[in-house]
């Protein structure tokens, strides 16, 4: 009857957010210009991390969105939020 010290489990290996796949995805989202409310098609690179913040041109009105982006990694979707620069 020993103690058994050597058994050690891996659980802080598990707890690393599965972070790794998306590096080399990309999702095709839409977003609607806070200029003239058009719905604006734009590919997120989710390598730039799970939390983005850009500007890209309308591509109706081309003025600049301030493009919010969230990444929910299950199910994988972003979410874009665009303001006003
Ligand atoms: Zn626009």
Same mark, same amino acid.
């Given at each position: 009857m020993g103690i058994s010290t050597g058994v050690r489990k891996s659980s802080d290996i598990a707890g690393v957010p599965c972070i790794? +796949?998306? =590096? #080399?995805?990309e999702i095709n #989202? !839409?977003?609607t210009c806070v200029y003239c409310f058009q719905l604006n098609e734009t590919v997120v690179d989710l390598s730039g991390g799970i939390h983005q =913040? +850009? /500007? =890209?041109d309308c591509q109706v009105c081309c003025r600049p969105n301030l493009l *919010? *982006? !969230? /990444?929910d990694e299950g199910p994988l979707r972003a979410e874009i939020t665009a303001e006003t620069t």
């Open positions: 790794r +796949y998306l =590096e #080399c995805m #989202c !839409t977003f =913040e +850009y /500007v =890209e *919010i *982006i !969230t /990444v």
